[in-house]
């Protein structure tokens, strides 16, 4: 089977504005989690369609996954690895897992590169009127305490998954379980926890993963993550790398989202990365690079800006210090500039002229 993903046999996922979906990359089904349970979408006629359709040489011929799986197959067309490449190689311990979106769009920040969808924040600002969580049905909440025996490893991303009501209160039903012991849990988080946040569930998880979302190093991320604060960011790292030294069950990463907001600057996080290097709990992934929305996309910077940013970044991303970084050097080596998509992504940024000198030229 020439493109198989193994996502829609051993995982359930969602979306943060309800809807189930193949994975947190694909575009939502139709079905809603106040329309319909995890079991019902689990042995619903879409998945059955997905689950058959990749057994075909070619499933990208099949309509709901051309649809949901848009993404992958950009990706892969510009030279970047897409989750389903990624998930193809991953361990086998981790194969199953429930991918939990549907905690809602609640969220602090404002990124440039979200959207309402993803964003309470930018909802708001836009004066768009979305649900920040679902008050899901008993029905719904005593399927999940049923299908949830099913699974060891559960994730969860939103919008903030820490500012949500919904995490707090799967995470009690886990941990009410008796077998929290043997769950490993993941957070795709902007650090909005505390230390006794996190250190509750270290003490009731077999393992918790931290994947820190930090865009990059200093007051740029508070550009490209608007209302956040870099001094509360900086403090949040130590915080959390100290529970990581303490406590052996924990894991822990900095994740960007690579796109031309900060792509040509990753080998500012080579001095943090390089302190912790010692442990192996310890990660820098750039394996999220943005394909949407398009003006962002870094396969479509100019040539000449490519080329510089992979000399300033090539021996960082090349180095045992970062982790994915084949995604980052294929889209700085591929022909893929598109003067219009760029422009429009400047037209974007507040104040570019002081971040990004490099674009003025093209403005």
């Not at 897992?97 to 309402?116: Q, T």
């Not at 995470?171 to 509750?200: E, M, P, W």
Request: with cysteine; charged share 25%; hydrophobic share 35%.
């Amino acid at each position: 089977m020439s493109w198989y993903c193994p996502l829609p046999y051993n995982s359930l996922s969602s979306e943060p504005l309800g809807k189930y979906a193949l994975c947190c990359e694909s575009k939502p089904s139709p079905h809603h989690c106040n329309d319909m349970t995890i079991s019902q979408f689990k042995n619903s006629e879409y998945m059955k369609k997905v689950r058959e359709g990749f057994k075909r040489e070619n499933p990208l011929e099949v309509p709901e996954i051309a649809s949901a799986c848009f993404q992958c197959k950009l990706k892969e067309d510009q030279g970047a690895v897409s989750k389903r490449q990624r998930e193809n190689k991953e361990d086998v311990e981790f194969k199953r897992f429930m991918e939990l979106k549907l905690i809602g769009n609640i969220c602090n920040y404002a990124c440039l590169m979200c959207s309402p969808a993803s964003s309470s924040k930018i909802a708001e600002e836009l004066g768009i009127s979305l649900p920040k969580y679902f008050k899901h049905s008993d029905e719904w909440w005593d399927d999940f305490k049923e299908v949830s025996k099913e699974y060891n490893y559960f994730k969860f991303s939103g919008g903030e998954p820490f500012m949500s009501p919904t995490t707090k209160k799967i995470i009690d039903i886990l941990i009410n379980s008796g077998r929290s012991h043997n769950i490993k849990l993941q957070f795709n988080t902007n650090g909005s926890a505390s230390k006794s946040v996190l250190q509750r569930l270290l003490n009731n998880f077999n393992s918790v993963n931290i994947c820190f979302s930090i865009d990059a190093w200093g007051e740029r991320n508070s550009l490209i993550r608007k209302h956040s604060s870099w001094d509360f960011t900086e403090n949040r790292i130590w915080d959390y790398l100290t529970l990581l030294v303490s406590n052996k069950n924990m894991t822990m990463s900095i994740h960007p989202c690579v796109s031309i907001l900060n792509i040509g600057y990753l080998h500012e996080f080579e001095n943090i990365v390089n302190q912790f290097k010692f442990t192996y709990r310890f990660k820098f992934s750039v394996s999220n690079t943005l394909a949407y929305p398009l003006y962002y996309n870094a396969a479509y910077l100019p040539q000449n800006i490519k080329q510089v940013y992979l000399e300033n970044n090539y021996e960082f991303l090349n180095s045992d210090l970062c982790d994915a970084s084949k995604s980052v050097i294929s889209l700085l080596q591929v022909d893929g500039e598109d003067l219009f998509k760029f422009k429009e992504g400047i037209s974007h940024i507040p104040n570019y002229k002081k971040w990004y000198p490099e674009f003025i030229a093209y403005a």
